[in-house]
């Protein structure tokens, strides 16, 4: 939606900064229904966004913090992204901006700028209660503890916890990732595994989108890179055997997901290494990843969906039993 931005050169600025509550989020939900903003709407989100900007050091509005912003609260509905250098002290000079909304149909895409003042961003708030669970291994959990203690969490915090998630949350995030396909070529940010996250029992996405050169750049391979194959952005996960079975059943989940939606198996170089990573290294099957995926890439070939779903689980139940799937009467 394009928003109409009204002269205010003539426009008195009497709006008072009301402190930290949630008419900023009102005055914006105001804005983005009626798809225009008057003078009035523009000198009171402008002065809220800018009081915000320099008096944010609240540590209870401050949410979470990436490489280069951090994330502050706004109210239930929206939060506020701010670099962690700023090159101004306020924003009174610059002009208010609302995007365009290009991905507004993504249901578990929390990562689009609703409005855009100076350095500052406003967006969806990915979480009401400020309670989410990063996958993987948080940023700042590894830089603050020792690699036993990272391992410990791995295994025995994320890996449980995850393992749980209905798997209708995985057939969501599929399916954003074939929405997002079918628009062109974007990707969502499958490198840092914290930029996916557990509100409740629903996954949810953040950070900006990436543009690429590459047609339905977003894959099988991506979500088994988020879920499986990497701890936090710069590290792999090891093998370890007492996982073998907790990630066995994310690894199905993934793919079920992926499946239901047709996704690309993703069989580049790269996104094949993924494929080999969690399949050989992490869950160890007896069957190679390359015999998985023309498996897979044979079964894709189904149009019906319930019976391309029926037979990637039973496919999937062989690998981990190691039963070959010719002799139980599936082709």
Known sequence: MNITNYPRNNYQKTVQFTGYTSALGKRLDKVIK????SPEDDVFISEQITR????KKHPSKRLGQGCHERVYKVDDKYVMKIPLVTQKKNSENET????KRLFSELK???GETIAKLGEAKVLKNISSNGKHIQVGVPDQYVNNHTY???QHYYLNEY???FVKVPQRSFDNIAKDCARLNAKGNYEF???NPNNFVLVGKTLRITDELNKTSVQNPNTISDLLQVFLQKVDINYLAEYNKNAEPLRRELF??????GMRHNLPLGESPEKGFTWFYTADKLCKFNTAHHEILDMLSHIKMETDTKLRLEKTSNYLDCVFNSIDYGYIGFS
């Open 34 to 37: 009626n798809g225009k903003i």
């Open 189 to 191: 940010d499958f490198f």
């Open 96 to 99: 208010l901006l609302f995007p």
């Open 159 to 161: 890996l449980p916890t």
């Open 148 to 150: 036993d203690e990272i």
């Open 252 to 257: 199905k989940k993934i793919v079920m997901a």
């Open 108 to 110: 578990t895409y929390f």
């Open 52 to 55: 915000f900007v320099n008096e």
